[in-house]
């Protein structure tokens, strides 16, 4: 299923019944869920933009896209909605520290022999090296930094 159909007005007509209906109600009555990154920012407000687009397309076509039905992201939804002069940000936030070690403790990880801790030093590892690469900071680096930098949240 394609986008190509959608219009300015399409998009418009979507985001107003966004308003009028609220995100919860807009989002359940088309099979959306919110929004992960992806987001259509008009007049100061913020909109799923996937959600935006699969209606914003029943409004050209009389065709409603379900979520299901077509994909999101950069190179789909974002790039459409952004030829067709709408803003869309991407609205990923960092994990803090807390949610962070959320997560880290829902990991599925193996436990040293007679150890009955499990032990997340490697996935820990393994995250803080991507996390530099991605900063284009050199992903390897001596013992004593990986031990500051990272021992607070072994600790923890």
Request: glycine share 10%; charged share 30%.
């Amino acid at each position: 299923m394609g986008l190509g159909d959608i219009r300015y007005e399409d998009v418009i007509a979507a985001t107003e019944e966004f308003r009028r209906l609220g995100r919860d109600d807009f989002l359940q009555k088309y099979g959306f869920k919110r929004a992960r990154s992806y987001e259509l920012v008009l007049d100061g407000l913020r909109y799923d933009s996937k959600a935006i687009a699969g209606v914003a397309h029943g409004h050209a076509t009389g065709e409603f896209l379900r979520a299901g039905d077509f994909s999101g992201g950069a190179a789909t939804v974002a790039r459409c909605l952004s030829e067709l002069g709408f803003v869309v940000e991407n609205g990923e936030t960092p994990l803090d520290r807390a949610a962070l070690l959320k997560h880290l403790r829902k990991l599925k990880v193996s436990r040293g022999p007679g150890n009955p801790a499990p032990s997340r030093h490697q996935p820990l590892s393994l995250l803080w090296a991507i996390s530099r690469e991605a900063d284009e900071r050199p992903r390897l680096t001596p013992w004593p930094q990986f031990r500051d930098e990272v021992g607070p949240l072994l600790v923890e």
